[in-house]
């Protein structure tokens, strides 16, 4: 059993991060955004000794692989990649539309939730998850125009897009939440089960909308991460 995790996700402007040994929950959230690059390492380390853990003592790490900010998941990946190659742990990647469905099922029930991620420039990310399917079942992710957006009755909607594009999205229930380390921590155990960990060198972020080319902070952040996941002889 997967009771040794580190999540995290730094795909909107909120940072959120969470460690679980056993029944045992850390976690923070916090300001994201440009500033993730620089804080994520600390807090992984805060966390991690809050919990009585080693890097290599963890089952696994999981991460909102996106979509979402570029310079996020990137960070994101590039700091989970770090961590797994140095502690030689798998990762999980994780959906953050699947996080998002999560979240609002866990705080507001909802069983059928179309997920929505502000993705700017007038779009939206998103994607419908059935929490009556297999954790596993294929979604995909779409950027759509707000008005593009359908969903039957019996479907909600959650994210972060409704300040943004409230009148243009369907007159459906409206949870705002977003996707949390904690989300990703009660996802782990069903889909490293369902065998959707992976090797640190194949680990890569979901973009939906096409960016390429790292930037110096996400190259930082990879070598700070080696570095610090590197034990010292």
């Not at 923070?28 to 600390?42: E, K, M, R, W, Y």
Request: charged share 20%; glycine share 8%; aromatic share 6%.
């Amino acid at each position: 059993m997967a009771d040794k995790l580190l999540a995290f996700d730094t795909s909107t402007d909120t940072l959120s991060v969470a460690v679980r040994h056993g029944a045992r929950v850390f976690a923070h959230s916090g300001v994201g955004g440009a500033q993730a690059s620089a804080t994520l390492i600390p807090l992984i380390r805060q966390l991690l000794a809050d919990a009585g853990l080693a890097l290599a003592d963890l089952d696994a790490i999981a991460f909102g692989r996106g979509p979402g900010s570029f310079t996020g998941l990137r960070t994101a990946c590039a700091v989970a990649q770090g961590l797994g190659f140095g502690a030689g742990v798998p990762l999980l990647p994780v959906d953050t539309l699947q996080a998002v469905a999560e979240e609002a099922r866990h705080r507001f029930g909802a069983q059928r939730v179309v997920a929505l991620l502000d993705a700017r420039m007038d779009q939206v990310y998103a994607a419908r998850y059935d929490f009556g399917a297999p954790i596993d079942a294929p979604v995909e992710a779409e950027l759509l125009a707000p008005e593009a957006v359908a969903a039957a009755e019996d479907w909600v909607l959650a994210g972060n897009a409704f300040a943004a594009y409230g009148m243009r999205l369907p007159a459906l229930m409206r949870h705002e939440v977003l996707p949390t380390a904690e989300a990703l921590l009660r996802l782990a155990p069903a889909l490293m089960a369902a065998g959707r960990a992976v090797a640190p060198a194949d680990a890569a972020p979901l973009y939906v909308r096409d960016k390429v080319a790292q930037t110096t902070e996400e190259r930082a952040a990879l070598k700070a991460a080696q570095q610090q996941a590197t034990p010292t002889p």
